[in-house]
């Protein structure tokens, strides 16, 4: 293998005169370009280390690393530390991390394409937080294509956050190795294709575990929505930036006919404060946010972006005299709210007034009975809403205190979707507990783990030393399994500074 990388392996200089004539390594073409199922940047880079007969992990510090743009990053790669750093948590990501990447590929492959294996060109919609925190798969897909004896690949699509469920065969994407139970990261030092980088064990056997899941409308729209960008992103010639979101609202605004920015707003029903920032141009709104913009105009965010008028259902038109202070007849009010006595599903009157373009007041005022019945009955409705709230807070509170491994409250919120302000409100007390048991349990992890990087590094200088070896920062790292500490982490320094001076080296 040191013979393979000594024949790459080159400086600055002499790969810019190489450049001008030819590739430093394959000139492998990314699979997928011009279809919705383009493979990510990872799956590229575990294939391009295949046909060099190399780990990803010797291709990135050997080859890759020496015209890596960004310090931090070149360091974390050299000393080995792909699996749990920054390049493992930010390869698919909208970030520098992926832009350094990018372009260090396409100076060793001259391929031009490369961009496509990753959402950066969508980088002013989805600023961050794009990709999901694991590397996912169809076990069902993975299958296919090797029983069909395809190249194996992994799409970008799998590891996009939003998208949950693969539209092929209607199941869930996996997370999880069906053999050693692990998440897998979306690179590794042993990262292959349709494998598991920890146990060897092939993903399509999960194949076995999974039921059908049929997709919801709302899951296709989302699905729809990512592969018209994908598919399409090769063709356009330019892309969103990060103020474009603003002058999509805008435009919204005025093809629609608003008179004013609140109208707007209340139209696509959201807190007039944060969406006024959106539209100024302050701040940008999430993925999930433009998606939902995009289905209450019945468009998908594509056409919204790139289509000269919007296409929009005219149902969701607005019309003159399409305000809430046309008058409607005092019957129909009535009617309206004999309605929503009868009706099992419990509103408040002010929903009763928005959907039917009355005011509150003139009911109030002409139907005072029919109104105080509604309200009573909503707010009957509400306390034993959170009444059910609470129960539940305090049951899964419980649950999390009982657990074998404690979690922070803050992935208990997320793993149960309870903002922390309402678990505090209800049971301050139960989530100083879950606090205190975390802190307790980091303390005992991070001692235990300090004891046993200490362990490991006295038996490396020690046994570097006895070999007449000198007990280097780079030799040690090279035999560490977490190297990355002997770099950041200040206890385990001085612990190597001790032994050292003490070897009195």
């Given at each position: 293998m040191s013979n393979i990388i000594g024949r790459m392996k080159d400086t600055n200089s002499q790969i810019s005169s190489l450049i001008r004539t030819r590739s430093v390594l394959y000139s492998l073409e990314p699979l997928g370009i011009g279809t919705p199922f383009v493979e990510s940047l990872s799956s590229y880079m575990s294939r391009l280390s295949n046909i060099h007969n190399l780990k990803v992990s010797s291709l990135i510090r050997e080859v890759v690393s020496p015209i890596l743009e960004n310090p931090s990053l070149r360091k974390e790669v050299q000393l080995g530390t792909i699996s749990g750093g920054i390049t493992s948590r930010y390869i698919n990501e909208n970030s520098i991390v992926t832009q350094d990447y990018l372009r260090a590929f396409e100076i060793l492959t001259c391929q031009k394409n490369i961009q496509y294996t990753t959402m950066l060109n969508w980088k002013g919609l989805f600023p961050k937080n794009v990709r999901n925190k694991y590397r996912r798969w169809c076990p069902s897909c993975l299958n296919q294509m090797k029983y069909n004896s395809e190249i194996l690949y992994e799409p970008l699509l799998w590891s996009l956050k939003d998208i949950k469920k693969c539209d092929i065969h209607e199941t869930k994407l996996v997370e999880t190795c069906p053999g050693c139970k692990k998440k897998l990261g979306h690179l590794h030092a042993k990262y292959q294709v349709g494998y598991c980088q920890h146990c060897g064990f092939w993903l399509g056997e999960c194949i076995k575990h999974i039921e059908r899941d049929t997709i919801s409308e709302e899951e296709r729209f989302i699905i729809n929505n990512y592969?018209?960008?994908?598919?399409?992103?090769?063709?356009?010639?330019?892309?969103?930036?990060?103020?474009?979101?603003?002058?999509?609202?805008?435009?919204?605004?005025?093809?629609?006919?608003?008179?004013?920015?609140?109208?707007?707003?209340?139209?696509?029903?959201?807190?007039?404060?944060?969406?006024?920032?959106?539209?100024?141009?302050?701040?940008?709104?999430?993925?999930?946010?433009?998606?939902?913009?995009?289905?209450?105009?019945?468009?998908?965010?594509?056409?919204?972006?790139?289509?000269?008028?919007?296409?929009?259902?005219?149902?969701y038109k607005k019309s003159e005299g399409d305000e809430c202070s046309k008058n409607i007849p005092l019957k129909e009010v009535e009617q309206r709210l004999k309605d929503a006595i009868d009706s099992e599903e419990i509103i408040s009157l002010y929903r009763i007034a928005k959907d039917f373009c009355f005011r509150v007041q003139t009911a109030e005022k002409h139907f005072p009975l029919l109104c105080g019945e509604l309200k009573t009955r909503y707010k009957i409705y509400k306390s034993k809403q959170r009444l059910d709230r609470k129960i539940e807070i305090e049951t899964k509170l419980h649950d999390c205190l009982n657990k074998e491994i404690p979690i922070s409250l803050i992935s208990f919120s997320k793993e149960h979707g309870i903002p922390i302000k309402e678990a505090k409100r209800y049971y301050p007390s139960l989530c100083d507990k879950v606090i205190q048991r975390y802190k307790e349990y980091l303390f005992i992890s991070k001692k235990n783990r300090y004891e046993k990087l200490k362990i490991e590094l006295e038996m490396i200088i020690f046994d570097l030393h006895k070999r007449g070896i000198h007990p280097s920062k780079w030799e040690i790292a090279k035999r560490m399994k977490e190297p990355q500490y002997l770099s950041f982490d200040k206890n385990i320094i001085k612990i190597y500074e001790q032994i050292i001076d003490t070897l009195e080296y």
């Open positions: 592969k018209e960008l994908i598919e399409f992103a090769p063709t356009l010639s330019w892309y969103p930036n990060k103020l474009f979101s603003s002058f999509l609202l805008n435009k919204i605004k005025n093809e629609l006919g608003f008179s004013s920015k609140r109208e707007l707003v209340r139209f696509l029903d959201y807190n007039y404060e944060t969406a006024l920032q959106w539209i100024n141009g302050e701040n940008i709104p999430s993925s999930q946010t433009l998606l939902r913009i995009s289905k209450r105009l019945n468009t998908t965010l594509y056409k919204l972006i790139y289509n000269e008028h919007l296409e929009i259902a005219p149902t």
